[in-house]
């Protein structure tokens, strides 16, 4: 027997001993993974947060270098220490406004929800008597709900000492969070240097083919969710302040908290902007059907202009993904892993469109080559 094939059946019995071991402690493989998987939440989160902040900075980088004349060091770290100033800010900013407001809406509907509740049961009352229909009875549930909502006000001023007192998640969350932003500045500012010593060791370590494949993957999967994140935090900011001054101007409660589920639940395409709608249908329900129906109406009148003017024209059409295609991915993702998987769905399946786009068209290129030249030799 020659090395070789010495080699390829000492391979072949290393692969099968390690799928023998991992289907008999499939288990204990997989809960060490997930350890393994929590021990870097840090480093993802950090990923996460740089690939965010990465135009920002790469703006602020050509602005310094060119504008300002600044040597490439010094406009890296200026770059580094403006863009997160500038995010730390806008975090800042964004509590201070929102968080206030939405303490005080969710305190009014703790006070006000068993008399929405009356409210209701006598709009029941009077439509079931009008038409002859069966009497709806709503006692028990307002029962319910004064008996648990009514210190939920009180709860919730009580909400901040209680979460300081459990110190060991605190303490761990507060840890972890720096860990991830000391990780994302290093990787933020130290992206060009990383990712040659990747293209390297890649180069060195694998087929040429392959790692000419991973570097087409790497660009495509760049510019997909660099897109994709922009595109998305920008409309998403401002459907939820159009949908704030709208509600202002109709006068309709609860403007800050629905206008907030709004711009988070826009991060989810298509569905999302629908599903903070319902949120606000129903909340605004319990105080009056009208001005639910009024909001409906706005919303409605609101998604036509978002999703024909503002969604063309701040994301444009950069993902070129098909609108069948964002369906299956949004379905198969949540589906599959929540709502992650949907936050995550169209990036993934655009980028997984884009690789068989290409597959094809390179098939299809190889394909017409060889028919050319057989009819010009004919």
């Not at 289907?23 to 998987?37: A, D, R, S």
């Not at 439509?127 to 307002?142: K, M, Y």
């Not at 210190?151 to 761990?172: C, D, H, R």
């Not at 694998?206 to 595109?231: C, E, M, N, S, W």
Request: proline share 4%; aromatic share 10%; with cysteine.
């Amino acid at each position: 027997m020659d090395k070789k094939t010495l080699k390829t059946y000492l391979l072949l019995i290393s692969f099968t001993i390690g799928l023998v071991l991992l289907v008999v402690h499939f288990e204990t493989v997989v809960h060490g993974i997930g350890v393994f998987l929590r021990l870097l939440t840090p480093l993802f989160i950090g990923i996460i947060i740089a690939f965010v902040l990465n135009r920002p900075y790469e703006w602020l980088n050509r602005l310094y270098g060119k504008r300002c004349r600044l040597k490439p060091k010094a406009s890296r770290v200026l770059s580094v220490v403006t863009v997160y100033i500038l995010a730390f800010g806008a975090l800042t900013l964004l509590i201070c406004l929102v968080v206030p407001e939405l303490t005080r809406n969710l305190q009014l509907f703790a006070e006000s929800a068993d008399q929405y509740l009356l409210d209701t049961q006598a709009t029941l009352s009077g439509f079931t008597d009008r038409f002859g229909l069966p009497p709806v009875d709503l006692s028990a549930l307002i029962d319910t709900v004064s008996r648990y909502l009514g210190t939920l006000s009180s709860a919730i001023q009580e909400m901040l000492p209680q979460i300081v007192e459990v110190t060991g998640s605190f303490l761990s969350g507060i840890v972890t969070g720096f860990i991830a932003i000391v990780l994302s500045v290093y990787l933020l500012s130290g992206k060009d240097r990383l990712l040659m010593q990747l293209r390297r060791t890649l180069k060195v370590y694998l087929p040429k083919h392959t790692h000419a494949f991973f570097g087409r993957l790497y660009r495509i999967v760049a510019q997909v969710f660099g897109d994709y994140v922009a595109g998305q935090c920008k409309e998403a900011l401002i459907l939820g302040s159009l949908c704030f001054v709208g509600m202002t101007i109709l006068r309709l409660e609860y403007a800050a908290l629905i206008s907030s589920v709004i711009a988070v639940t826009a991060l989810i395409p298509m569905l999302g902007a629908y599903i903070g709608g319902a949120v606000g249908v129903i909340l605004l329900l319990f105080i009056s059907p009208v001005k639910a129906l009024i909001f409906l109406a706005f919303l409605i009148v609101l998604q036509q202009i978002e999703g024909n003017l503002i969604y063309p024209k701040v994301v444009g059409r950069k993902i070129g993904l098909p609108g069948l295609w964002v369906l299956m991915g949004i379905t198969v993702g949540g589906g599959l892993f929540g709502m992650w998987g949907m936050l995550l769905a169209v990036p993934v399946t655009t980028v997984l469109y884009q690789l068989l786009k290409k597959d094809v068209q390179k098939r299809e290129a190889g394909e017409v080559v060889p028919e050319s030249g057989t009819s010009a030799q004919a």
